[in-house]
Structure formats: structure tokens, C-alpha cells
């Protein structure tokens, strides 16, 4: 597993997150923004992510564009994430774009390492998971969602209930009193992933710090 690190290495707030060929080209802006609007100190690592359908998936499913299926091997990938999270010295935090931010949900599902999830942009249409987060327990109390006000206007039929998704997602925490907050962006799936994940960052961080 690759990994790539930014921040101050010595900091005692970690951020993790699953990134691909596309996010390595905004992650320092991502790192800026959150520089900007943190008053504590932090390392990202950014980890690589191969087959990005495959190792993020948390179960099986068809493909819903392309004809690439889903592997549903996120808990090999957890496994890995879970070996950079071993110094119980430091805060772990876990966020993620799209299908990372899918990832990032799941997990906290798994393990109470984490002190706050970033879904930014979640691909929370995923077949059957938001009926998952009704039958099991999260091990998260701060939980920050966000969706472009776009997003579920897509032609895809699948992609699509994502709004409807993430708004009933919210609810459910929401009502689990869960420390959980949704916010709009402006534009489609593929508009400011930085500053979306980077919001997410500076939320979760100043909810565990308050």
C-alpha cells in the first residue's frame, strides 16, 4: 500500500484518507485549505487506492455505469488503513470523496478508532447501504455529510437516489443522536472535491476539539 504524507509528521491528529491518480493532483490544495481553517496542528496520509471499485466497495454489486462490477473488498483495505491508526498516542480521523467517502461511512461502522468520519460527496446510493447503517451500530459520534446540489439530477437511475439517500442517512443519525451534520455544496459530483473533503476535515476537528 502506497502512502503519501503532508502536514507536520509529528502532529498528534492524524487524517486518513483513500485517494486515486485523480485526487493526488488536488490534495495539497486539500491540505492548504484545511491549514487555513484549523487552529490544530495535523499530518494526512494519503493512501493509494489500486482498483478503486474493487478495495472500496464494502460488499459485491453490478456495476451501475460502466461495466466495471464492485469487488467488495473494503475490509482488506480497512486492514491496511487500520495498521497506520496502531499509536494510541495520537487522533485518527477517516474521510473520503465519492466512493472513499463511502468507505470512510463503513468503516466507522467497524472500528471506534476514529474520532469523526468525512463522507464529502459519498457514493451513499451504493445497493443497500443505507438499509446497512439502520441494522448496525456506528462507532463514530461526529459525523460530517455533503452533497452538491446537483448531484441528484444525474441520468443515472442508481446515482440518482443519492439525495434521497444521504437526507434519510442523516435522519437516521440524526435521530441516533449522533453528532451528524449535512451541508450543500453548489454544482455537480465533480466540482471543488477538494475544498468539499477539506471542509469536512476542518469540521470534524473542531467537534472533537470543542
Not at 509529528?10 to 491518480?21: C, E, F, H, S
Not at 490534495?27 to 482498483?51: Q, Y
Not at 480497512?78 to 491508526?85: A, D, F, M, P, S
Not at 435522519?171 to 473533503?197: M, P, S, Y
Amino acid at each position: 500500500m502506497k502512502t503519501f504524507e503532508y502536514g507536520n509528521p509529528n502532529a498528534d491528529t492524524i487524517l486518513i484518507q483513500p485517494v486515486d491518480d485523480h485526487d493526488t493532483a488536488y490534495i495539497e490544495n486539500e491540505v492548504a485549505l484545511i491549514k487555513e481553517s484549523s487552529k490544530t496542528d495535523f499530518k494526512l496520509i494519503a493512501i493509494k487506492v489500486n482498483n478503486w471499485n474493487n478495495d472500496l466497495s464494502p460488499w459485491k454489486a453490478p456495476a451501475v455505469f460502466g461495466n466495471e462490477d464492485f469487488g467488495g473488498e473494503a475490509c482488506r483495505m480497512l486492514e491496511e488503513v487500520l495498521k497506520l491508526t496502531e499509536d494510541k498516542t495520537k487522533t485518527y480521523y477517516i474521510g473520503g470523496y465519492s466512493l472513499a467517502g463511502l468507505f470512510a461511512l463503513w468503516a466507522v461502522y467497524q472500528t471506534d478508532v476514529f474520532e469523526g468520519v468525512v463522507a464529502a460527496s459519498p457514493s451513499i446510493w451504493f445497493p443497500g447501504f443505507v438499509s446497512y447503517m439502520k441494522a448496525n451500530e456506528i462507532k463514530v459520534r461526529n459525523v460530517y455529510l455533503s452533497l452538491g446540489d446537483k448531484e441528484e439530477r444525474a441520468k443515472n437511475p442508481t446515482m440518482a437516489t443519492v439525495g434521497d439517500c444521504i437526507r434519510e442517512a442523516y435522519a437516521w443519525l440524526n435521530e441516533q443522536g449522533i453528532n451528524v451534520t449535512l451541508e450543500w455544496n453548489q454544482g455537480n459530483h465533480f466540482k471543488d472535491a477538494d475544498v468539499r473533503t477539506a471542509k469536512g476535515f476542518v469540521w470534524v476537528k473542531r467537534k472533537t476539539s470543542m
